[in-house]
């Protein structure tokens, strides 16, 4: 049967083309088409009346924790997908060798949103709780890498945290190992900054182009990217001149106000937007994808640029080609929202408050050219 959808009268946001403008989208049996040639083909075609919202390519969230029930931190992936308009997610190392085909089992063939993943470079993922690098004999092996890595088109890169929670007594052992996996896998590396040892002088050096820093604007004491006179670290300025992208993992713990915002005053590096939703932080201060990106936003960031981050930005840095673009013949992801005027109060991970006038709420989520999810909770402004 031929599925053909038209969006009319909303308001695309294309950072390919670096443009906001009234223009039509169209999708046909699933794929991005041009709407002109969707009806000279005369065929039954959908119409969705987008007046008064934002249209996008699909959402993607590069960290969430979405290994629910066998891990302490899984949330539901739809509920942090499909139904906050987020296409696209990818867990951030739950799951491990050991674990991998429970989670595409439990997870990944059960839900609505795609999800994707970066697999942890311990065999044991997060299903034993935390510290899962502090034994070394845990490390996946050379060989399974490859394999795994072979036979499963979900998985993305590697996941290393690299907080002295996690790797006790390694330092930075951990990393170097998932170094030399990713280099014999040609995939990125996702590191997760947390508190010393090891410090963040040694491990970024370690990173190089396509790697992810998440967590990179955190407010904590140690391990930051902004010195005390408040310019980015040698550091990271030489791991972002390499193209290692820094993304914002908000978590809860793991993202400032004050760091975000003498980054924007100095720095023109493009960074990804993702959430690191779990159940500890559903409810506060994370919420959702399209919160943490008001957040953003309130810190005087363009809508073009917050979309770029969710969309264009994590979808260049992981080579994906089918999302987080409105290309003729790829698949028909579509994330319509609302940019609401309201004022409402946000915070940090650190409590810090913040004055917001816009925030950003799903409408109607699109998957392979389906409605999958319509909100009833905005209005159109």
Known sequence: ???????????????????????????????????TIIESYGADISYIDANGSY???????????????????????????????????????SAGLDNYVTFKQKVINTSKTEVLAFLNISTKGLCNGGGELANPNDLMASAEARIIFRTEPSLVGLKARMSGSVVGNNGLYPLLHARKLADDLHVPIMVHIGNPPPLIEEILPMLRKGDIVTHAFHGKPKNKIITRHQKLTSEAINCLNRGVLFDVGHGAASFSFKTLSIYKEKYKYPFSISSDLHVRNYESPVGSLMQTMSK???????????????????????????????????????????????????????GEPMIVEKVIEPYLTIREGKKVYESNVGTKP
Do not use: W
Request: aromatic fraction near 8%; include cysteine.
């Open 55 to 93: 249209v996008a390519p699909g959402f993607i969230d590069i960290h969430t924790h979405v290994f629910k029930d066998y891990t302490t931190l899984g949330i539901e992936a739809d509920k942090v997908g499909i139904n906050q308009g987020v296409t696209t997610i990818i867990d951030a190392g």
């Open 1 to 35: 049967m031929v599925e053909a959808i038209i969006i009319k009268n909303g308001y695309v946001v294309d950072p390919e083309v670096s443009k906001i403008q009234k223009r039509d989208i169209g999708m046909f049996n699933g794929k991005f088409l041009d709407p």
């Open 296 to 350: 953003v936003r309130g810190l005087g960031y363009s809508l073009l640029e917050v979309v770029a981050a969710v969309t264009m930005e994590p979808a260049k840095t992981l080579h994906l080609t089918e999302q987080g673009t409105f290309a003729s013949g790829t698949r028909a992801d579509v994330t319509l929202f609302y940019e609401t005027d309201v004022c409402m109060e946000l915070k940090d991970s650190e």
